[in-house]
T-cell receptor, first 111, second 109 residues
């Protein structure tokens, strides 16, 4: 069966520090991968998506970046975090038009 | 980016009551999806709708694909405390689905 792993679950980082969030998928190949951010009690904001290795589409210009070094690995990064980067980050995968499967999320607090 | 409009934005209901929420779009979709997000978790797919006019149930949940293909509805019957969370609709696109703004449901025991 397919599973998605996202870590860490929570993270507290100082302003100006780097960020690396990792997401991996098991049990499928060539999935579409997504990074979303959710402010407290709000909707889902798509940050990046990828349809294949090395292919990244950015939805929102900001100080975040994404990479897909392997077929089932998706990484969200920042060189210098801002206070406004705080939020709940969700990774998701899809394949074949059957909806998205989301990870359990990373709650990032920038202090 | 584009988002679908969901209403109501939030609602408090008494346990045992039925709940209705909807999702509207200015664009046509061929597939509608409904997700539920429990507090502190990622959204989970509840129901998928593939045909205009289709009515699909999943336990106490019933969803309908609007005949115009520009809207969808979700009903929850006899609500219970664990129904609390945020409900998202989504219209499916080839690569990137479009999500709704969410309906936050709070159930009073």
């Amino acid at each position: 069966s397919q599973t998605i792993h996202q870590w860490p679950a929570t993270l507290v980082q100082p302003v100006g520090s780097p960020l690396s969030l990792e997401c991996t998928v098991e049990g499928t190949s060539n999935p579409n991968l997504y990074w979303y951010r959710q402010a407290a009690g709000r909707g889902l904001q798509l940050l990046f998506y990828s349809v294949g290795i090395g292919q990244i589409s950015s939805e929102v210009p900001q100080n975040l970046s994404a990479s897909r070094p392997q077929d089932r690995q998706f990484i969200l990064s920042s060189k210098k975090l801002l206070l406004s980067d705080s939020g709940f980050y969700l990774c998701a995968w899809s394949r074949g038009g059957h909806g998205y499967t989301f990870g359990s999320g990373t709650r990032l607090t920038v202090v | 980016g584009q988002q679908l409009n969901q209403s109501p934005q939030s609602m408090f209901i008494q346990e045992g009551e039925d709940v209705s929420m909807n999702c509207t779009s200015s664009s046509i979709f061929n597939t509608w999806l409904w997700y539920k997000q429990d507090p502190g978790e990622g959204p989970v797919l509840l129901i998928a709708l593939y045909k205009a006019g289709e009515l699909t149930s999943n336990g106490r949940l019933t969803a309908q694909f609007g005949i115009t293909r520009k809207d969808s509805f979700l009903n929850i019957s006899a609500s219970i405390p664990s129904d609390v969370g945020i409900y998202f609709c989504a219209g499916q696109r080839a690569v990137r689905d479009i999500f709704g703004t969410g309906t936050r449901l709070k159930v009073l025991a």
